[in-house]
């Protein structure tokens, strides 16, 4: 008993909330390899509770501006969509924006690397 092994327990909340939205700028070649995407100027990454509202963000960042959405999961609430700097930026605004302004959920600060 007790050898070192240690138990983690992941458990989602209910509630409506973006728990995540960054931008990472200028990506690491080797970064973008390993996330399986060319080469863009920005990758912005979001995770979403309840997931599904990962569909919705993808939507709506795509109308907000000129994104490629990469990678979204319904049941994680995982999104990751690629662009310019520029574009990257207002598609994380607009994603936020619209999960609170219309949804209702609580958001998250837009954090940059």
Request: charged share 20%; proline share 6%.
């Amino acid at each position: 008993m007790g050898e070192g092994k240690q138990r983690i327990v992941q458990e989602y909340v209910p509630g409506k909330q973006v728990t995540l939205a960054h931008l990472i700028r200028r990506p690491r070649p080797d970064l973008c390899e390993r996330l399986g995407v060319d080469h863009p100027g920005a990758v912005g990454i979001m995770t979403i509770t309840p997931g599904e509202g990962a569909i919705i963000a993808a939507d709506a960042a795509g109308k907000a501006a000129d994104v490629h959405v990469e990678f979204v999961d319904r049941f994680t609430g995982c999104l990751m969509f690629t662009g310019e700097v520029s574009s990257v930026e207002t598609g994380l605004v607009g994603a936020v924006s619209v999960l609170e302004s219309v949804l209702g959920f609580v958001p998250a600060p837009i954090t940059r690397t």
